[in-house]
């Protein structure tokens, strides 16, 4: 049996597709289009699901919709007219769009895939993201916590899983909700929203919570897990474009600006942000003000879902829990969850934002509407497009690119491992793309995590991005618990995933500058032989030379852009960056030094 699950048209457009309940693929549009955060009809990945198990849409035996439009357009409806007249403009805009569009995806459907219309089905949009988890972890029975911005109605929702079968015990709607609280939050410190919210996350070590009081006037939490937003204080429930208000920004003070360098007495001055202003010391002051807010609503986030998931092992018993929704890529609540709740399992699959939905909406049609068997647990993230050595060589040879084949993958580990040594940047592209926003080792940027300076010259070379960002260390599982305090409960799911941040040993923070954040904390990510054998190796041949068996590992893109899927993309990445060496499959290709 062959069902194909969609996500589009709110955040990323995603499709996944199993044949008899094993995934064949799954992947995010953006990674075709290149168009980051793709949220528009996926046509690119639906058509590379369906290549990839050489079927046609017509083979289909159903296509599950991640939720249901007419719920959404209700939800829209209503809350508009509540707040009429201030929304008279949101109110135009979405029904432009509904009307043009979303509310008849049934038909939409129909007429891009030619698939009649009974074989097309809808989920809910938190029962996509609960199945997304639930129904291919490893577990038979768990509790559930999904955790968003906005379904239909839901925001977030307790549930429990048992088998085939996935409920939502309770639920909390529209306009309470923890992702869209933090989005006002991304917004107000000057950055884009449903992008920027990793780097509130970043930038909160820099800061002292000393703003929680404030933060708590706009949000209640209840010890039962549920919480209530004072929406004096918001916008989004009537603006399409401001998501928190004047009353907000006066218990803040002045909004950031999106241009300003964010750098602290802790931070320093980086380098490459050029001559130090002559107000520094009051911009240093400004900033850890900003610091210290986003510190501040960090600790509350992370607060509201210990509650929520205390009270989700109170209503079902479970040992496990299984996450999803936006608000579980909050690795730094994850982290907390599996160090400070009773749960001893924890799975959070690596799609958990709204992409995600596509794979849950195809789990839920076929385990929990079809009733049938389960048999198959995301143990990997490699669900996306791969590319032959033939293919990789016809770029290579068409373009006039000069590259090395190695004979053997000893010849490559080898070569590589030694660049790395030697404080060379890596640019890696191996098999299938990572499914979900975080690059595990077949689409990432690698460096020496043992020196200090690569935080810098990664940042300055290649990825462009904001100094106060951590990256990643990539470990080898086996050697996970001599450098970081994994939590109790830390089966292997959360952190292979790179969902865990977790304190790094306190011995070994000065061996892994690079990758340890102001906190002394990391984004670990560990690596398994049987899931990843190329990474493994890479990261073992490092160790055994250097005697240190961690890497640097960051996604493979410029900042803006999409993760790298083809070997053109890595080509044309790396010939932008300061990239020393790229390697393609078996390829390797040098810069050039004039
Ligand atoms: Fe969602």
């Known amino acids: 049996m062959l069902i194909?699950?969609?996500?589009?048209?709110?955040?990323?457009?995603?499709?996944?597709?199993?044949?008899?309940?094993?995934?064949?693929?799954?992947?995010?549009?953006?990674?075709?289009?290149?168009?980051k955060h793709d949220f528009g009809f996926p046509e690119n990945a639906i058509a590379f699901c369906l290549r990839s198990a050489g079927i046609q849409a017509a083979d289909l035996d159903y296509l599950v919709f991640f939720e249901k439009p007419f719920l959404k357009f209700e939800r829209l409806l209503l809350t508009s007219m509540q707040t009429f007249p201030r929304s008279l403009k949101v109110f135009r805009e979405a029904m432009l769009t509904w009307l043009g569009d979303k509310i008849w995806i049934r038909h939409l459907i129909q007429n891009k895939l030619g698939l009649p219309g009974e074989k097309i089905l809808f989920s809910e949009h938190h029962l996509s993201h609960a199945a997304s988890s639930f129904l291919c972890s490893p577990y038979d029975e768990a509790a559930i916590l999904t955790i968003d911005g906005v379904g239909e109605w839901a925001t977030a929702s307790i549930g429990v899983g048992k088998g085939t079968g996935v409920r939502l015990l309770k639920e909390i709607r529209f306009p309470h909700s923890l992702g869209l609280l933090y989005?006002?939050?991304?917004?107000?410190?000057?950055?884009?929203?449903?992008?920027?919210?990793?780097?509130?996350?970043?930038?909160?070590?820099?800061?002292?919570?000393?703003?929680?009081?404030?933060?708590?006037?706009?949000?209640?939490?209840?010890?039962?897990?549920?919480?209530?937003?004072?929406?004096?204080?918001?916008?989004?429930?009537?603006?399409?474009?401001?998501?928190?208000?004047?009353?907000?920004?006066?218990?803040?003070?002045?909004?950031?600006?999106?241009?300003?360098?964010?750098?602290?007495?802790?931070?320093?001055?980086?380098?490459?942000?050029?001559?130090?202003?002559?107000?520094?010391?009051?911009?240093?002051?400004?900033?850890?003000?900003?610091?210290?807010?986003?510190?501040?609503?960090?600790?509350?986030?992370e607060e509201a879902v210990l509650n929520l998931a205390r009270q989700a092992h109170r209503e079902t018993g479970s040992k496990n829990l299984c996450m999803a929704g936006g608000v579980a890529?909050?690795?730094?609540?994850?982290?907390?969850?599996?160090?400070?709740?009773?749960?001893?399992?924890?799975?959070?699959?690596?799609?958990?934002?709204?992409?995600?939905?596509?794979?849950?909406?195809?789990?839920?049609?076929?385990?929990?509407?079809?009733?049938?068997?389960?048999?198959?647990v995301m143990e990997h993230a490699y669900w996306g497009e791969e590319h032959s050595a033939a293919q990789t060589e016809e770029f290579l040879k068409s373009n006039g690119i000069a590259y090395e084949r190695c004979a053997n993958e000893e010849e490559l580990i080898a070569r590589c491992v030694e660049s790395l040594a030697a404080g060379q940047v890596l640019g890696w592209q191996q098999g299938r793309f990572e499914w979900g926003p975080r690059a595990l080792g077949n689409r990432s940027i690698i460096a020496d995590p043992r020196r200090a300076e690569m935080k810098e010259t990664v940042n300055l070379k290649i990825k462009f991005r904001e100094p106060f960002r951590p990256f990643a260390p990539s470990v080898l599982v086996e050697r996970a618990a001599e450098?970081?305090?994994?939590?109790?409960?830390?089966?292997?799911?959360?952190?292979?995933?790179?969902?865990?941040?977790?304190?790094?040993?306190?011995?070994?923070?000065?061996?892994?500058?690079?990758?340890?954040?102001?906190?002394?904390?990391?984004?670990?990510?560990?690596?398994?032989?049987?899931?990843?054998?190329?990474?493994?190796?890479?990261?073992?041949?490092?160790?055994?030379?250097?005697?240190?068996?961690?890497?640097?590992?960051?996604s493979f893109n410029l900042r803006g852009e999409p993760i790298v899927n083809t070997p053109a993309q890595a080509y044309s990445t790396f010939a932008r960056s300061g990239i020393d060496l790229l390697v393609l499959g078996d390829y390797l290709v040098r810069k050039e030094r004039s």
């Not at 955040?11 to 309940?21: I, K, T």
């Not at 208000?245 to 003070?253: H, P, R, T, Y």
Request: net charge negative; aromatic share 14%; hydrophobic share 40%.
């Open 4 to 35: 194909l699950g969609v996500s589009c048209y709110f955040h990323d457009a995603a499709a996944a597709l199993l044949r008899d309940g094993q995934l064949v693929a799954a992947a995010e549009e953006e990674r075709f289009s290149r168009k």
């Open 183 to 301: 989005s006002a939050f991304t917004a107000f410190l000057g950055f884009e929203v449903n992008e920027g919210e990793y780097k509130v996350m970043g930038m909160a070590p820099f800061g002292v919570p000393n703003y929680v009081d404030q933060v708590k006037k706009l949000i209640r939490l209840h010890a039962d897990g549920s919480f209530e937003l004072d929406m004096d204080y918001f916008s989004f429930h009537h603006s399409s474009d401001q998501t928190y208000n004047q009353k907000f920004a006066a218990l803040f003070g002045p909004a950031r600006s999106p241009e300003a360098y964010f750098f602290t007495e802790r931070s320093g001055y980086p380098s490459y942000f050029g001559e130090k202003p002559s107000n520094y010391n009051h911009l240093c002051q400004e900033n850890q003000r900003y610091a210290d807010i986003a510190a501040s609503i960090q600790v509350v986030i």
């Open 329 to 376: 890529l909050n690795s730094v609540a994850n982290g907390r969850v599996l160090r400070e709740t009773p749960f001893e399992g924890l799975y959070i699959q690596p799609a958990a934002g709204d992409a995600g939905g596509a794979l849950g909406a195809a789990l839920f049609g076929y385990h929990t509407v079809l009733g049938q068997p389960r048999s198959f």
């Open 483 to 554: 450098y970081f305090e994994l939590g109790a409960g830390d089966g292997k799911y959360p952190s292979r995933f790179m969902l865990n941040v977790t304190p790094v040993r306190a011995d070994k923070q000065a061996l892994v500058p690079a990758t340890t954040h102001v906190d002394g904390t990391g984004r670990v990510q560990t690596v398994a032989r049987e899931w990843n054998p190329r990474y493994y190796s890479l990261i073992e041949s490092f160790g055994q030379l250097t005697g240190v068996p961690v890497l640097l590992n960051t």
